[in-house]
């Protein structure tokens, strides 16, 4: 064969695809190759990644549970638990009535938090929407607050009362931000931001309304804290969870679909405004609960779900802002307690001093990269 023929075929055969072989010998485009290896390296660093949050919050959890100013051994903690008779009543009051269910209360409101704050960033497209910029936390903190210092109310009847003001939020921010499917997501921060002001207004004006016990009550929970929370609010809340954020989890799916755009989403059998709809109702679910039991934490929604896709390298995932959540407001919850000695900070605050400059921060990356 000749020499330019040769090279004719050498041009020819550059130009065809490249293939690789699968192990049964199945050619595979290089393409789809790229695109297989590329999902197994985020795989991997998806699973590492939940991995080291379950053990960053079973680390958090036991330094709660068993260190402070009183601390807790490892068996005596295990004797506390089964019931043994020889272990002294102090270790069991701090443990049983203290240290527990404010780990357990903070490991269930970080879950939520931090999945709800997802969930929310999710559908609006937007790392600065959560259910405490969205208004979704102050319709469930004024509903309580008007119930606890104007109805007197207390316990299931807060709960309630948070349920239904998260709910009424929530319906409004459908209805008012839904009417153009393409404008949902910029039209749904703007109303979410001009009812968590309104709403605002309305608590300064019960608390204005209050008596001093009344209002300093008041004033405590809205803040944001574990103190004094008992195991039957645990029991709602863990009730709760357990139910609303698997179904969470499941629509995932769906909700990335609507993070790509709403004709997209439309065009593959999601409807943007049904999947809203089902997610904003778990959300509120999750929210009033927490807020019931534990008051708006601050920041806490807000922060998991940048932290969560920057642990997974852009990628966003339910999942793993809720662990987020759960290690921030236990480790939160540990500095407030223990970190000034002899002052108990509640653990909104810490929350507040850390998520503030974050969300500076995350403004100021937002303007850099605009």
């Known amino acids: ?119 929310f960033q999710l559908m609006a497209r937007n790392p600065l929407a959560s259910p405490d910029v969205l208004g979704l936390t102050m319709g469930a903190s004024a509903a309580a607050v008007f119930s606890l210092v104007v109805l007197r109310a207390d316990g299931p009847a807060i709960a309630l009362a948070a349920l239904a003001g998260a709910a009424l939020v929530a319906i409004a921010l459908l209805t008012l931000s839904g009417s153009r499917p393409g404008a949902a997501p910029t039209r749904m921060i703007l109303v979410g931001i001009a009812l968590s002001a309104m709403l605002t207004s309305v608590v300064h004006w019960v608390l204005l309304r209050a008596d001093v016990y009344r209002a300093h009550e008041a004033m405590v929970w809205l803040t944001g804290s574990l103190t004094g929370v008992t195991w039957t609010q645990i029991a709602l809340l863990a009730l709760v969870v357990a139910v609303a954020l698997p179904l969470l989890l499941a629509t995932a799916r769906e909700l990335h679909l609507v993070e790509l755009g709403d004709d997209l989403a439309a065009g593959v059998g999601a409807p943007p405004r049904a999947v809203r709809g089902r997610a904003l109702s778990l959300v509120v679910l999750l929210v009033a609960a927490t807020t019931s039991v534990a008051g708006p934490i601050a920041f806490v929604a807000f922060l998991s779900g940048p932290i969560a896709r920057r642990l997974l390298g852009g990628r966003a995932a339910i999942g793993a802002a809720a662990l987020v959540g759960a290690v921030v407001v236990v480790t939160a919850d540990h500095l407030g307690a223990y970190a000034i000695p002899g002052v108990n900070l509640p653990v909104g605050v810490i929350t507040g001093l850390v998520g503030a400059p974050f969300l500076l921060w995350l403004l100021t990356r937002e303007r850099a990269s605009s």
């Open 1 to 119: 064969m000749s020499a330019p023929a040769t090279d004719s075929i050498r041009k020819g055969a550059s130009l065809l695809p490249h293939t690789a072989a699968t192990p049964d010998g199945s050619p595979v485009s290089l393409d789809g190759a790229a695109v297989r290896v590329a999902r197994q390296r985020a795989g991997r660093r998806g699973l590492l990644v939940i991995g080291g949050l379950l053990a960053a919050l079973a680390l958090a959890f036991t330094i709660r549970t068993l260190l402070g100013d009183y601390t807790i051994t490892i068996p005596d903690f295990w004797r506390i638990l089964l019931g043994h008779d020889a272990v002294p009543g102090s270790a069991r009051f701090v443990l049983m009535e203290s240290k527990l269910p404010r780990a357990v209360a903070g490991t269930l409101a970080g879950l939520a938090l931090g999945a709800s704050g997802a969930t």
